[in-house]
């Protein structure tokens, strides 16, 4: 078993972030809004700990997920009457760790389709393509879970979405969900989306946060499409960054320094991508990945021994600091 030096420790606890951390904690984005790799890097990453006597939980701040190119996963929150993605159910199965899927991944959006056969019908296809851009129009509820002395789940559900013929739905599993939230918040539009996504997401992200470091002396945290700051609160040990084929290790102070800095200049951190950042980073490690088998993908001892490397070199990383 890897043992973590009592000098990394005294460190950690000199820390004074505004939520407590984990003793390690590793964060992988991605350089490209989708398909970039990360859940695969950060299930074979928690594993990979794991396997290595490290007690190792998961992270997702944030996420959303489509009720029809997700299906299977669709088909389970509905059965359960709950909301959570398909990431966190694959890193949960790396690390097994104990905690829910909502506190696991505090956040999280259920988008729908539009359904084309209503504009065909209606002779409406032109403006198919108008709305299909408007993500406000595709969201049908959002959760945001909060850990104070027991997790507290919030349901946003979208009127609009609804109410509209051209947003495939199911009633039902919204009733669902409704029934077993704490709290139910009604939205009219997207400025209000996102005045409540002000007030809440930072609050379930740190106190899920927290929760979680209380379980774990790793935190293997992943972000959300290309998204580099979850929470400006979370401080890492490790950043990973990933795209088909690479994993490049940075340098995670410069990390928070870059990020720091763009806020002086009136950045806010959560609008922050890939690429408004990698330019400013520090380099340590480039990393090639392996294309990897989907049966695989499903195996995560297989998995882990795979990419072995990011596990290998994140240790040695690690017990440097």
């Known amino acids: 078993m890897y043992r973590f030096n009592q000098q990394r420790q005294n460190v950690a606890l000199n820390r004074t972030p505004s939520v407590a951390i ?18 695969v890097i ?38 359960e009457g709950r909301l959570f993605c398909e990431d966190i159910i694959k890193l949960k199965g790396a690390c097994k760790c104990s905690l829910p899927f909502e506190v696991l991944n505090p956040v999280d959006a259920l988008l729908s389709p539009l ?91 740190r106190s899920c946060y ?21 929470d400006k609160s979370l401080h890492y040990d490790i950043v990973i960054g990933v795209a ?8 995670a102070e410069n990390f928070h320094t870059v990020i720091e800095t763009l806020e002086k200049l009136g950045k806010d951190p959560r609008s922050l991508r890939a690429e408004d950042i990698v330019k400013y980073l520090k380099i340590i490690k480039i990393l090639r990945v392996p294309p990897i088998r989907s049966s695989y993908l499903k195996d995560y001892e297989i998995l882990s021994g795979k990419l072995d490397p990011v596990t290998d070199l994140s240790l040695r990383l690690l017990q440097k600091r």
């Open 244 to 251: 088909p084929g690479v994993a490049v290790f940075y340098d």
């Open 115 to 205: 359904d084309a056969k209503t504009f065909l019908k209606r002779k409406m296809i032109n403006q198919f393509y108008l709305f299909e851009s408007d993500i406000f129009l595709h969201l049908i509820a959002e959760r945001y879970t909060i850990c104070e002395e027991y997790a507290r789940n919030i349901l946003l559900i979208n009127i609009k979405a609804l109410k509209s013929p051209f947003v495939m739905k199911d009633i039902e599993y919204t009733r669902k969900l409704k029934e077993n939230a704490d709290e139910v918040l009604f939205l009219k539009d997207s400025n209000e989306w996102n005045s409540i996504f002000q007030k809440y997401g930072p609050k379930a992200i």
């Open 210 to 230: 927290r929760k979680i470091s209380e379980k774990a002396d790793c935190v293997v945290v992943e972000g959300f499409n290309d998204a580099v700051c979850p």
């Open 22 to 39: 984990p003793m390690y904690s590793i964060f992988v984005f991605g350089f490209l809004p989708e398909s970039s790799g990360k859940t």
């Open 42 to 79: 950060s299930s074979a990453l928690a594993k990979g700990m794991v396997n290595r006597g490290v007690k190792t939980c998961v992270f997702k701040p944030r996420s959303g997920h489509n009720a029809w190119y997700q299906y299977d996963v669709f088909l389970r929150c509905k059965s």
